[in-house]
């Protein structure tokens, strides 16, 4: 009886006291998805399928990427916790267990762009109030959901949806579900930005445990690249961006259509389209699922 | 003595600040020579992470973004801890417990500089400088929130106010000068604390009723700096010429590494351009130049120098670049269209802050007309 007792015990306090995955280790990214926005980046003044306002849409219709060479600023600027996932998404997860109590207390992360690092509180912690200052990680805390890990942020700096100008404000809240199928992790994030979107952003990304995986140093020095005047800004004035139609005109998509918002998310949008007509053979980014795959021009 | 225990505690409290040791590593560009190796081409220390953008460039000689050749690569120092301390660290719970009991918001900035916020939306910011020395007050608000903000600094030291400066002259910038230095001398201090300002402050103070002669800056300065040492660290105090007003000045303390920028910086609101009182629109971006120049962030464009806006919340220099950016596309556009003989009708009728409205429009600040028409003025000077 007393031996039982004793396994009884044990089970009782091997057992989790709620539902907890583990997702430390070392983490390759799947780029099957969204493969040229996100090895070699996206088409200049494609919005499609991203439910951005006007605001939005002017932003990235005014954005120069000479900007990222000329404002020595942003030559080392990161990914935001919200693009981090899509970028050089390699990254290293673990946990942080309090050793009195057995509780879990964050996990962290570490990517290999930009050497980033972010904590998931598992704590209960607040947030921190609106005076706090921002960072590209943000604030988040997580809580659990079955076997899935959700995710809130807050407090993030100001950053991209995309990387062709599209912005993200610094007010939107970046929510994540992690969910761990034995070596194959996925995190849907959902976008909700009362500046610069129209309804929730979904995205999900994937990787594949790669115990293997050594991540390097991405290192990063912001130098003057180019004599310029201090202070100076490359933009296009509105309606002087020469580059906005080159997507619609590679694919033969109507220029509307890759103008983005909220209704180009949906199939019915599909009827609008009336006479479009894919180009007989395929000569960009056919078979792009990694940097060197994307048959670049 | 219970005043002068959670003072003594929070004095005490140690600030986790993270070691910063660089590694020191050599680097791995990303597996860029597989990659060339790949594509049949030499490796010559370049290459372009999928992380970036590769767009191509309409500026002629300057290259789209790429990673820069290894031998540039450095690790830099390193403060991502520290920036999460003040996100919602141990001592900002406790100092954020003390400040509501004030009534004010309370928050370290970093070394010796703490940040002082009022109760309401529009309320500015107090910067406070503490130490052995003494306390130094940047802007003091209005006499009315005076005995908030008094309550607030001595949660933080019971030393006498010693400085203060004032980086305008505008009402919730100075309204407090008065009421702070009657309350901050003790009977330890030496007379008035020194009130610091541009002459042009005390200028435009004359004639102000609400503003009694003993809140007027006794300590002006016409040059474009003014500097003493306090509490340990060089403080700096330099004029800005024709910004928000004739009269702004930042302050930069040297050694804690924090910029207190008033009216000049403000994030989330249009920035106030006062053409009356001797500002203007490129002032302000020189201003804001200025205040780049100075600051060097820490590890990937975070934390480092911070800045304290005049109102809003506690900033970097990322943040800095995102505001000047708003200011300078605001001005071009502007510019563009006066080429282009539009009126000031015209161009408000353009509507060429459309794309920052929703980010910068806030109740309490200037409206994008107000904001517009400060720039069209400006440059038809």
């Given at each position: 009886m007393r031996r039982a007792l004793l396994l009884l015990a044990l089970v009782l306090a091997a057992a989790p006291a709620r539902a907890q995955v583990d997702f430390s280790g070392e983490w390759a990214p799947l780029y099957h998805e969204d493969g040229p926005e996100r090895g070699p980046g996206p088409e200049l003044?494609?919005?499609?399928?991203i439910p951005i306002n006007d605001a939005a849409r002017m932003r990235a219709d005014s954005w120069d990427a000479d900007r990222i060479s000329v404002v020595t600023e942003y030559q080392c600027r990161p990914h935001g916790a919200d693009y981090a996932l899509r970028g050089l998404g390699n990254q290293r997860i673990w946990r942080e267990i309090d050793t009195e109590t057995q509780r879990l207390i964050a996990f962290h992360m570490h990517w290999l762009a930009w050497d980033s690092e972010r904590t998931i509180w598992m704590d209960g912690r607040p947030h921190p109030p609106e005076g706090a200052p921002h960072a590209w990680q943000g604030f988040s805390t997580g809580l659990w959901e079955g076997n899935t890990l959700t995710v809130t942020t807050t407090h993030l700096k100001a950053n991209y949806l995309r990387r062709n100008g599209l912005p993200r404000s610094e007010q939107a809240i970046l929510t994540e579900h992690w969910t761990r199928h034995r070596d194959y992790l996925t995190i849907v994030t959902v976008i909700e930005d009362p500046v610069f979107l129209t309804e929730s952003f979904v995205r999900s990304d994937n990787w594949f445990l790669d115990p293997g995986q050594r991540l390097a140093i991405f290192g990063c020095e912001y130098a003057a690249e180019v004599p310029k005047p201090e202070g100076t800004v490359p933009h296009h004035l509105p309606g002087t961006n020469p580059n906005l139609r080159e997507f619609s005109e590679w694919y033969g998509f109507p220029f509307e259509a890759t103008r983005g918002g909220a209704e180009t998310l949906y199939p019915e949008y599909r009827s609008k389209l009336g006479g479009y007509k894919p180009p007989?053979?395929?000569?960009?980014?056919?078979?792009?699922?990694g940097l060197l795959t994307c048959n670049l021009k | 003595m219970r005043t002068r225990g959670i003072v003594a505690a929070l004095l005490a409290a140690p600030i986790a600040v993270a070691a910063l040791a660089a590694r020191g590593e050599s680097l791995a560009a990303f597996g860029a020579p597989d990659a060339a190796a790949a594509l049949g081409t030499p490796f010559d220390g370049r290459c372009i992470p999928a992380g970036c953008v590769a767009s191509p460039s309409n500026t002629p000689g300057i290259l789209g973004r790429r990673a820069l050749p290894a031998g540039r690569l450095a690790r830099l120092g390193a403060t991502p801890d520290f920036h999460h301390e003040l996100l919602a660290g141990a001592q900002q719970n406790r100092l954020a417990q003390v400040g509501a009991d004030a009534g004010v918001g309370v928050r370290l900035v970093q070394g010796k500089v703490y940040v002082l916020t009022g109760p309401g939306d529009n309320d500015g910011n107090v910067t406070v400088q503490v130490g052995t020395d003494g306390v130094l007050l940047v802007d003091t608000q209005t006499a009315e929130l005076a005995p908030r903000i008094f309550a607030a600094i001595r949660t933080l030291s019971l030393e006498p106010i010693r400085w203060i400066v004032n980086t305008s002259a505008r009402l919730d910038h100075v309204g407090g000068n008065d009421a702070l230095a009657r309350l901050g001398t003790t009977p330890a201090s030496i007379g008035r604390p020194r009130i610091v300002a541009h002459e042009n402050v005390g200028r435009r103070l004359v004639g102000v009723p609400s503003v009694s002669r003993d809140a007027w800056p006794n300590d002006d300065f016409f040059t474009p700096d003014k500097d003493f040492f306090f509490n340990g660290e060089a403080v700096v105090v330099s004029h800005m010429p024709a910004a928000a007003t004739d009269g702004d000045s930042i302050v930069f303390f040297r050694r804690s590494d924090v910029i207190s920028a008033g009216d000049l910086f403000t994030p989330g609101r249009y920035p106030a351009i006062d053409l009356a009182a001797g500002g203007g629109v490129q002032g302000a971006i020189d201003a804001l130049n200025t205040i780049l120049h100075l600051t060097v962030p820490a590890k990937y464009q975070e934390g480092g120098t911070y800045v304290v806006p005049g109102h809003g919340r506690l900033c970097d220099e990322a943040d800095v670049v995102e505001y000047r950016e708003m200011v300078t596309v605001v001005r071009d556009r502007v510019q563009d269209l006066i080429r282009k003989g539009s009126t000031l009708e015209q161009v408000k009728a353009a509507r060429p802050t459309r794309d920052y409205d929703a980010e910068y429009a806030k109740p309490g600040s200037p409206l994008p007309d107000t904001f517009v028409e400060a720039v069209f003025r400006s440059l038809k000077k």
């Open positions: 003044g494609d919005y499609t399928e007989a053979q395929c000569e960009r980014y056919c078979n792009c699922s | -």
